[in-house]
Every structure is written in structure tokens, then in C-alpha cells.
């Protein structure tokens, strides 16, 4: 409760802006917000496929983040660079209020892009010792135009709220590292600790509507890694070798056992064995096999179940191959996205009075997102979701007419930029709207 007594305090002045218990006219808002957009669309659909031609992937996107830094600048908001490596943070205060949050993420995916799009990225980087392509096939693109034309109409509209708007750009939201990086650098010591946060995510659906969840909304992801040691020799000759690729394949067979036996079949968990790397030719039994995979579950008590029965699985294959204990390491990717319920009824009436039935809430999306960084820090968010494809080509898909269309990481995921950009502006400043009014009313 204690976060509510400053933006109480300050309701009084807010009051001038939101008279207390009215209700933001939102059909105005959106028209508004609309409006500005437009006559800023030739802007932000430049900026858009300049960042989309020449993506950077995870802390190396040092010339994405000036060109954001500039953007935010040049709308009076006072930026700080290299927040937790390349991350910005910029902070526009509009008079005593809450602090609002809204963030975006800056880092790109290494792999080719063939959408074929005339704006298509064809560069190059390295990443982990080799060259690879780089493309924003998940759409963070979207995201830094919509947190850019957002920026621009909030400061647009500044008689309408008073607070202090806190806009963060994040690194490395791929290999979920980059919010933990903005954090332990600092986030929310340096800078104020939002009251509320907000980010969005573009995905596979039509533009124009919108999704959102109550509670978890994706998954808690956690590396793995098994090294089966054995004893290596001839393929001819097995009886003197322990095999490891003979204990790989065991593995990755009984582990899916952890999955459909051991856990609550009505709760989520998925494990998958995504590389695994043994020997060199047909004839040599090696020495050892390494795997690497990935765990993906909702709930804690599930994953630490899940994590133990991996654990004892690993170790019982080498019990049973009479090999030497193998090595099980499970490292801790993101934590689940969790909306806070508060936040989401305040910022859901704004988003249905503006989009009625074309904003939904989804059950909990299988990937991950480390936004839940920021949340598990203490930032009570809402984190949804923008459609990006045409409506039409999404309905045909659907009923078996048309093509399945391309996800995010797909090579050809191809948003369409302006209603995407434009829908991503609106909603976001409308439940950024919706913040500061629910504060300043003090509900
Ligand atoms: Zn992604
Ligand atoms: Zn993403």
C-alpha cells in the first residue's frame, strides 16, 4: 500500500488535469492520440525501417540505442545511456504524480531475414566467434517505434496527466539478460521506482486488436545442460566401453516420462532436448555426450519438481549404464510474466472502451520474456500483446483458405507497419492515461 501515498498526496493538484470520479472520455482520447500519430507517421515509419534494416543483437546494440536516445531527446526527456550495458533510460517529469514505466526492448535475433521486404535487413555480425545475419523477427522494431510515437504523444498531451514518465530501453531480451542487467545496474536506485509499468509484444494475429492476461502470462524458462561420461573404444567391441550416446538416447526418451508421469497432467511443463553433440565416426564409441535443452513450466512448485526429476532421471541412466555420475546443470533463464490484477482492470476499461471486442484476454503463451524481471523487482505491470498481420490473411489462416502465417523468429514475419505502429501508440498511451487518472483519483 505504501507505493499509493505519494500519488494520494498528489491527487490534488492531478485533480485540476482529471476531475476526481470523472471518466477519461476515451472515444476523444483515441481520436486524439490517432491524430497525433498520423501527422507523425512519416517519421516513425522512417525510423522503423531504419531499425529493421539494421539490426543489433543482444549488447551490441550500441547504434539502435543513440538513435533512440536522440529521438527522446529531442522530446525533452533526459536520457542516461548505457543503463546495464547499451540499455537507456529517459525520464519526463510533468509536475508531482506517479511514475509510469513503459519499456521497450532494443536487441534483434542472429538469423537471415527473407521476408524480401524492400526495408529487409541483409547485415551482419558476429555473435559467440562467428559471422551470422541479424534480423528483428520478433518484432522489437515494432516496439521501439510504438515506445518512440508513444513518448511523443504523452508529451503532446502533457495538460492531461502530471507524473513523471519513466520510458526504459532494454538490451538482450532474447537471451532474457538484459532487464537483470539494467537492474543490477542500478534501474531502480539511480533512477525513481515506477508505481506502474507497462510493455507490449507484437505477435502473429490481426492488427488493430489486442490480448492480454490476467496473472501469469508466459513461461518460467531454465537452461539444461547433461554430460554423460563413459568409456570410449570400438564400435565393434562393446563390452569394453561404457556408452555415452547409448545413455543420451535413454535420456531423452525416459526424461519425457519427468513430463507425463510425474507431474499434474493439468498443470504446463515442457522439456525439450534441443542439441546434442557425441563422437566423430560410425566406429568409435566417445568418451562422452553433452546435451543442451530447455525447461519451460508456469508454476514454481512445478518447475522444482520437473528440476528434480531431471536431476534423478540424468543420474539414474548412469547408474544403470554403470558410468560415472554425470554433470546436470540447470541455470535459470527468465521468470514468468505475471500482470498485476490491479493494474490490469484500470488499464483494461480505458483499452475496451477504445477497442470493444477487439481486445481479448489469452490463456498464458508457452514462451518467455524477462519484462518479469521488472515485475519481480516490484513493478506492478501489464504486459500485452498487438496484432501485426492484415485481418483478412489472419481469418483465412485460421478457417484453412489461406496460408498459416509466420510467427515471431520465423524468417519471414513481416508486420504490417503502419495500423501495427499505430495501434501499439494508442494502446500503450491510453493505458499509460489510465495509470496516472486511477492515481490521481486515488482508487
Ligand atoms: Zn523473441
Ligand atoms: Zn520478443
Not at 307 to 313: A, D, N, Q, V
Not at 433 to 439: K, P, T, Y
Amino acid at each position: 500500500m505504501k507505493r499509493f501515498l505519494a500519488p494520494l498526496l498528489a491527487s490534488a493538484a492531478f485533480a485540476l488535469a482529471f476531475p476526481a470520479h470523472a471518466e477519461l472520455d476515451v472515444p476523444a482520447l483515441k481520436s486524439a492520440i490517432e491524430t497525433s500519430v498520423e501527422s507523425n507517421y512519416e517519421h516513425l515509419d522512417a525510423l522503423y525501417k531504419d531499425i529493421h534494416a539494421h539490426p543489433e543483437i543482444a549488447f551490441q546494440e550500441v547504434k539502435t540505442a543513440a538513435r533512440l536516445a536522440a529521438e527522446m531527446r529531442a522530446l525533452g526527456f533526459e536520457v542516461t545511456e548505457q543503463v546495464g550495458k547499451t540499455g537507456l533510460v529517459a525520464i519526463y517529469k510533468n509536475g508531482s504524480g506517479p511514475t509510469v514505466m513503459v519499456r521497450t526492448e532494443l536487441d534483434a535475433l542472429p538469423m537471415e531475414e527473407k521476408t524480401g521486404l524492400p526495408y529487409a535487413s541483409h547485415d551482419k555480425t558476429i555473435w559467440n566467434g562467428r559471422e551470422t545475419p541479424v534480423a528483428h523477427s520478433c518484432g522489437h522494431d515494432i516496439h521501439m517505434a510504438s515506445w518512440i510515437g508513444t513518448a511523443k504523444t504523452l508529451v503532446g498531451m502533457r495538460d492531461k496527466w502530471q507524473g513523471t514518465l519513466m520510458f526504459i530501453a532494454q538490451p538482450a531480451e532474447e537471451i532474457v539478460a538484459g532487464a537483470r542487467a539494467m537492474i543490477d545496474d542500478g534501474l531502480f536506485t539511480r533512477f525513481p521506482k515506477p508505481d506502474v509499468g507497462f510493455a507490449l509484444h507484437d505477435g502473429p494475429f490481426g492488427y488493430g486488436t489486442l490480448a492480454y492476461r490476467v496473472g501469469i502470462g508466459s513461461s518460467n524458462s531454465d537452461g539444461l545442460m547433461v554430460r554423460f561420461r563413459g568409456r570410449g573404444g570400438h564400435g565393434a567391441v562393446p563390452q569394453a566401453t561404457i556408452d555415452p550416446v547409448m545413455m543420451a538416447a535413454r535420456f531423452i526418451v525416459d526424461v519425457q516420462s519427468v513430463i507425463s508421469r510425474e507431474k499434474d497432467p493439468t498443470e504446463f511443463a515442457v522439456v525439450s532436448i534441443g542439441s546434442i553433440h557425441a563422437g566423430t565416426v560410425g566406429n568409435i564409441i566417445p568418451d562422452e555426450a553433452v546435451m543442451y535443452g530447455t525447461i519451460r513450466t508456469f508454476k514454481p512448485s512445478v518447475r522444482a519438481k520437473v528440476h528434480e526429476g531431471i536431476e534423478r532421471t540424468a543420474q539414474a541412466v548412469a547408474a544403470m549404464a554403470g558410468a560415472p555420475r554425470p554433470t546436470v546443470e540447470i541455470t535459470e533463464g527468465a521468470k514468468a510474466v505475471v500482470n498485476d490484477a490491479g493494474v490490469v482492470a484500470t488499464a483494461e476499461k480505458v483499452l475496451k472502451a477504445a477497442y470493444g471486442d477487439r481486445i481479448s484476454q489469452t490463456p498464458p503463451g508457452t514462451p518467455s520474456e524477462d519484462y518479469s524481471e521488472f515485475i519481480a523487482a516490484g513493478v506492478p505491470s501489464m504486459f500485452f500483446n498487438i496484432g501485426v498481420y492484415e485481418p483478412e490473411r489472419v481469418a483465412a489462416a485460421r478457417n484453412g483458405s489461406g496460408p498459416a502465417l509466420p510467427s515471431n523468429h520465423s524468417p519471414q514475419f513481416a508486420p504490417v507497419p503502419k495500423p501495427t505502429i499505430t495501434t501499439g501508440v494508442t494502446a500503450m498511451t491510453l493505458a499509460v492515461l489510465s495509470a496516472f487518472d486511477q492515481r490521481a483519483k486515488g482508487q
